[in-house]
């Protein structure tokens, strides 16, 4: 079992950054690729990103190349989702989620674990 908390949300202006931050309780956090998702209001929820449990491979919807990062700390449980040059059409909730085994997922039913999201509000 897997508990996943995500912090790290709030208000910000365009163009502007923050970091997500998803911490997991036990002590095999190592053997889980690890994905971000998001989910706008009426939207389905969208893949994000991914890394693989080593942090050897990331992966990225196109949406977001080049302006954010997934990056992990296996010594301390936690993924990270550094984003920069926000646009308002970033607005979503944003969940991290968990899947066992070495390779990053890209469907969300792949998924086993999941975060309660936390809300990233971007203004024009």
């Known amino acids: 079992q897997v508990q996943l908390v995500e912090s790290g949300g709030g208000l910000v202006q365009a163009g502007g950054s923050l970091r997500l931050s998803c911490a997991a309780s036990?002590?095999?956090?190592?053997?889980?690729?690890m994905g971000w998702f998001r989910q706008a209001p009426g939207k389905e929820r969208d893949f994000v990103g991914g890394?693989?449990?080593?942090?050897?491979?990331?992966y990225y919807t196109d949406s977001v190349k080049g302006r954010f990062t997934i990056s992990r700390d296996n010594a301390k449980n936690t993924v990270y989702l550094q984003m920069n040059s926000l646009k308002p059409e970033d607005t979503a909730v944003y969940y991290c989620?968990?899947?066992?085994?070495?390779?990053?997922?890209?469907?969300?039913?792949?998924?086993?674990?999941w975060g309660q999201g936390t809300q990233v509000t971007v203004s024009s």
């Open positions: 989620a968990a899947v066992w085994g070495p390779e990053l997922r890209v469907g969300g039913s792949e998924y086993d674990y």
């Open positions: 036990g002590r095999t956090f190592s053997s889980y690729a």
């Open positions: 890394i693989s449990w080593s942090e050897g491979s990331t």
